[in-house]
């Protein structure tokens, strides 16, 4: 278990960071797959990811912020098998959210899609279905190293899943 923190400002200054990076990627990825798709591949791709962030919010639904909250207490007053016992529950709880929601897209696309009134957009919503489970897995990750006062793997894991969706795209 790491013990290194960062103080608030510290953590704010790395945090910050790796938002700026995050959304220079973002437009990396974003310039070059509307001039790909065009604007009918585009709309497509954007009613799906309609789903997938309603399901990446519902999946995850304070549960990192939880997570921080009890790794933060139980570290403080020195519980590291508290510590571990929360991560393992953090871990078990979003993954299994994660898992029922990557399901639903991956093998209700069609049904998704004519939700939308969109039938084109499966494909996009079967092909984004699997992130809904790793991002759940990394915020639990994120929720346990902020508890710790570490916001390194935080950006980190903004920084790895932005470039994911880059090379991925």
């Known amino acids: 278990m790491t013990q290194r923190r960062q103080n608030f400002m510290g ?24 001039n790909l798709l065009d604007s009918e ?14 399901l990446l919010v519902l999946s995850t639904a304070g549960l990192p912020v939880a997570l921080s909250r009890m790794v933060s207490r139980a570290a403080a007053q020195r519980r590291f098998g508290a510590v571990r016992k929360s ?4 871990v078990t ?26 039938p084109d957009a499966a494909a996009a919503l079967r092909a984004l279905g699997p992130a809904v489970l790793l991002v759940c897995l990394s915020a639990a990750l994120r ?3 902020q508890g710790l006062g570490d916001m390194v793997p935080t950006a980190a894991g903004q920084v790895a899943e932005s470039t994911g969706k880059l090379v991925i795209g």
């Open 143 to 145: 929720g346990y190293s």
């Open 93 to 118: 709880l979003l993954a299994g959210m994660g898992l029922v929601c990557s399901a639903v897209m991956c093998l209700m696309p069609g049904a998704l899609a004519a939700a939308l009134h969109d």
């Open 87 to 90: 991560l393992r529950i953090g």
């Open 41 to 54: 591949g585009m709309a497509h791709f954007y009613a799906a990811y309609n789903i997938y962030s309603l």
């Open 11 to 34: 953590g704010a200054v790395i945090l910050a960071g790796a938002v700026a990076v995050t959304k220079l990627l973002g437009a990396l990825y974003k310039i070059p797959l509307g």
